[in-house]
DNA sequence: CAAATAGTGTCTCTAAGACAATATCAC
DNA sequence: GTGATATTGTCTTAGAGACACTATTTG
C-alpha cells in the first residue's frame, strides 16, 4: 500500500487543460473638485481607475487593472500588487466582487477572472501622482437605474467618454450578476465587472467600516458624510448621520479652520475591532 | 499594423504555469428528526454533505463536493454538476463563498478552489436517497464561537466525529477569512471553507427570500421559522416571525392536519421578483 | 379535558428620519 | 452683518421584540 508521502512523490497534476486566471480590479476614489466659491465646501466625484489598453484584443479600449495571477501568491495578493503597480498605492481594502469565467469573456482564450473591488483615499493617490505615464486615468463615473431596470454606466475623463448600458441577469443566486446590453470603449466584460463592483461598494458602505478608507486618518464629520453620500448617491440630513457614526469616531483636538465658515473638528476612526 | 483578427489568430497564451481550478460547495440541508410525541413537532437539524476519499492525499479524511473546472463551464455550473452528480439533486440555490487560493493549500501543487455555499430541501434529497455508496453522507453540523473568539465546527455521522477549531483571520477585507487552528478528520482547508460558508449562509439567511430553498413549494410558517431558526442558532417569538415574512408568503387553502394539535395552514412563497 | 401547536392583538422600546434652532467663522 | 457650514436638541414614526390571549386539534 503507498503511503500519502510516496503518493505525492509520484503524483503529477493531469494534463487536462487548464484556464489562465487573472484578477481584475476596479480601484475606486473619491476626488475633491475645486471649490466655486471661497467659503463653499468642495462637491466630491467617484472616481474609477482604468488603463488603455496598448496591444490587442480591444486595442485603444479602456481596462480594469488587473493581471495574471503568479505562482506562489493569492489572488488577493495578486490583486493588491497589480493596483499598486498602476498607482504605486497600497489600497487601505480591497473586496471580492465574484468571478467571472464564462468561457467567452476573453477572446484570447479560456481566461477567468477574479474581481476585487479597492478603495484608495485620495491623499495617497496625491502623494504619488505627476510622473504617471498617462495610460492609467481616474474616470469620473456614474451608475444608476432607470425606470426599465436597467443601469447605465458612465465614465468620464477629459474628452473620453465610455458608457454601458446593463441588465441584472437573474440567477436565483446570491450576488447578482450584469449581462451588458451596450458597450462603447470599454474592453472585454469589464463594464459588467464595473457594474457587479458597484453593487458591492454600495452594499458595504452602509457599513460605517468601510468608508473610512476613502479618507486620510483625521477628516471632518461633514467630508466623512459626502463620502457616503457620494457612492451611494443618497442624501442624509446631517444630524442623523452624525448620530449614526457616533459610534465609530472619535474626537481629537484639531479643527480646520480659515474656511469662511464655522470650524470643522477633526474626528479620528475609532479602534472597534469587533 | 496588425488587426485584432490576425493577432488573435496568431494568439497563444503564454506558457506561463497555470493554476488547476476547482469548486467545492458545501451543500446545506434541514432535515427533521424523528418527533418525539405523537403530537410534539419534529426537531430540525443542519446537515452538510461531506464525500470520504478514497485515494491520496487525505485519504479516508472527509472532504466536500467538488471537483476541476472543465473547459466551457463557467464556476457556477461547475458548483451545480459536482453536486449534481454526487447527490442527484439540482440546488435551488447557490451563493459564492470565495476563493481560496493560498500556494500551500493542496499537497498536490497549485490548486486554487472557488467556494460555493448551496441550499438543498430535504424533500428532493428523501425522493433520491437510498442507493447511495455511502462515500457521501449528511453530516449534522454545528458552527459556534466560544468567548475567547474561537470559533467550533462540529460534523457528526453515526460514529463518525469530525472537528476543527477555527480564528477569524482580521485582514481588513470585507468578507472574514478563517485560520484553522485545530483540525481533526477534514480534508485540505475544508474547515476554513466550511466556516466561511457558515458566514455566508447565516448573513444571507436574514433576508427572507434564501430560507425557501430548503423546503418544498408549500410549507408552514413553523417549518419555515424553524428553518431560519436552525440556521442562525436563535430563536425569535413566533407571533414576531409571522409578521416579518408576512410581506414574503401568501395562504393557500390547504392545511396540515392529524397532528394532535390545531392544524396549520400551508403557506406559498410570493412572487415577488423585486 | 390535557397537551401541544396555530394564530391574533397590542404594548413598549429603539433607531431612523424630519425639522428647528443655535454656534462660529472669513470676508 | 452676510453667507456659509458646524453642531445640538427634540419631535415623529416605523419596525422589532415581548407578552398576553384566543383557537383548534387528537388522544
Redesign the interface.
Known sequence: M?S?KE??SN?K?SD??????TTDVAAFMISSEDKTSYRKNPENKLQLLLVKRG?????DMWALPGG?????????ECALREIQEETQVLP?????V??F???DRD??????S?AYVSIISEESVRQVSGDDAADAQWFSVSFDRNENGEYYLSLVYEDTELSAVLAEK??????TKFHIIENSGLAFDHAAIIAASFT?LRN?AKNYN?IFDFLPEKFTLTSLQKVQETIMNVSVLPANFRRMVSGYVEETDEYVRGEGHRPARLYRRKNT?I
Open positions: 503507498e500519502e503518493f505525492l503524483y497534476l487536462y487543460e487548464r484556464p489562465s486566471v496591444g490587442h484584443p480591444y486595442k495574471f495571477l503568479q505562482k506562489g501568491e493569492t489572488v488577493e487601505t481594502a480591497i473586496m471580492p465574484g468571478v469565467s464564462d468561457p477572446p484570447r482564450g479560456w481566461i477567468i477574479n437573474k440567477s436565483g443566486f446570491g450576488r458591492v458595504e468601510t475591532m
